[in-house]
């Protein structure tokens, strides 16, 4: 990751850095250790739930965005994400920003899972910060707009420990121990009659 640092933090060309940047980020393994993206990288988001502030309303705490797949269906986060922050208003245009997520990504039977802090910020299809999205009568944002987080600090989750995967393998490590107590025949004698 640092050599993607400098990368993007000198590029010959901004379309060298886009396109490094895009197929690293897609390389973001799903059932890796760690989920990892770099400082300044932008993310495809939405609200889970349309925003409506009144002209009284200046702030809404707890605003839930999921990531927002691409044409192809893909996302730089897994599937099942909901990022927390925060929307306050700022003259014409609505500034959101997170503070924290969680991700399960699956695999069959298979599920990990990624909780911790994620510092970013909203900016619009302009390229400013903040959504434009307010005007005399409030702001409103409503939950398909897709919009970019741009992460402040870089990303690095470790993997949580999944306690339902740990029940389930100690169940079919159990099943296993019971089907092969049924197979094998009782050591123990029956009395005769």
């Known amino acids: 990751m640092p050599a993607l640092r400098r990368l993007l933090a000198r590029p010959s060309t901004p379309l060298v850095a886009i396109l490094t940047f895009s197929a690293l980020t897609s390389m973001t393994p799903a ?4 989920l990892e993206l770099p400082a300044q990288a932008r993310i495809n988001v939405s609200i889970i739930e349309g925003i409506d502030l009144d002209s ?23 599937h099942y994400c909901v990022l927390v ?5 700022d003259g014409q245009r609505l500034r959101i920003t997170t503070e924290a997520l969680t991700c399960v990504e699956t695999d069959g039977g298979e599920s ?7 510092i970013a910020g909203a900016y619009d299809e302009d390229g400013q910060f903040g959504i ?12 398909d707009r897709v919009f970019q987080l741009e992460l402040t600090e870089p990303l690095a989750i470790e993997q949580m ?3 339902s995967a740990q029940l389930n393998a100690e169940r079919r490590g159990e099943d296993a121990d019971t089907e092969t107590k049924q197979a094998t025949p009782s050591s123990q004698t029956t009395p005769s009659e």
Do not use: W
């Open 85 to 89: 922050g925060d929307a306050k208003r």
């Open 161 to 163: 420990p999944n306690p």
């Open 31 to 34: 059932m890796a250790d760690s």
């Open 56 to 78: 009284a309303g200046q702030r809404l705490d707890d605003v839930m965005l999921k990531p927002a797949a691409d044409a192809e269906g893909r996302t730089d986060l897994p």
């Open 112 to 118: 990990h899972i990624y909780s911790g802090e994620l």
């Open 132 to 143: 434009a999205a307010c005007d005399d009568g409030g702001c409103r944002l409503d939950a």
